[in-house]
Antibody, heavy 128, light 107 residues
């Protein structure tokens, strides 16, 4: 069973840049049957989708975060990365990486499934 | 952007109760809707996809229905392991939007 694991600094100062890593095992981020995403969940609140990265390396961002977020991948290490610029207290959250499975149906349409494999999450606190 | 709402936000129930949670989308999303269960300190776990399809390994007491803008998650007979928070989610190739959640606690 594939697994994903988040890692990051835990504590970041306001206005600094946050970088998180998701390491995929038991599967490949280059596999064209999947794409990969980041989701965050502030304390006591619901999850918020941040961004996806596709096997081609292309990305898609939540419009509400797009100006401060960058997603990239390293296929040689089977990892993908989330960078959040100019963090504030509002960025304090548990950050999860997760996998999406998809396929193309007989008409050539992409059929997508929800996030099926999640990491355990990594807590990030923004504080001076 | 599509917005998701859920009701109620808190549901108090007893073991054996039939429980229904409603999710509404701000515009039609066909059946591109999932339901997740989340317990404290854990990642969300998908229960239902494409509005009514049970994810593998999920007990059959969970069911989903709906299309367009209104959806429901039903637990036919609440079990002790089901006390948790439930989220609906619209998903597509390029965006994912979660609802605010419904916490199911002990009555």
């Amino acid at each position: 069973q594939p697994q994903v694991q988040e890692s990051g600094p835990g504590l970041v100062k306001p206005s600094e840049t946050l970088t998180l890593t998701c390491t995929v095992s038991g599967g490949s981020i280059s596999d064209e049957n999947y794409f990969w995403g980041w989701i965050r969940q502030p304390p006591g609140k619901g999850p918020e989708w941040i961004a996806n990265i596709y096997y081609t390396g292309s990305t898609k961002y939540n419009p509400s975060l797009e100006s401060r977020v960058t997603l990239s991948g390293d296929t040689s290490k089977n990892q993908f990365f989330l960078t959040v610029n100019s963090v504030t207290a509002a960025d304090t959250a548990v950050y999860y990486c997760a996998r999406v499975t998809y396929y193309y149906d007989s008409r050539g349409y992409r059929v997508v499934f929800p996030f099926d494999i999640w990491g355990q999450g990594t807590m990030v606190t923004v504080s001076s | 952007d599509i917005q998701m709402t859920q009701s109620p936000s808190l549901l108090s129930a007893s073991v054996g109760d039939r429980v229904t949670i409603t999710c509404r989308a701000s515009q039609s999303i066909s059946t591109w809707l999932a339901w997740y269960q989340q317990k404290p300190g854990k990642a969300p776990k998908v229960l239902i996809y494409k509005a009514s399809n049970l994810e593998g390994g999920v007990p059959s007491r969970f069911s989903g229905s709906g299309s367009g803008t209104e959806f429901t998650l039903t637990i036919s007979s609440l079990q002790p392991d089901d006390f948790a928070t439930y989220y609906c989610q619209h998903y597509s190739s390029y965006s994912f939007t979660f609802g605010p959640g419904t916490k199911v606690d002990v009555k």
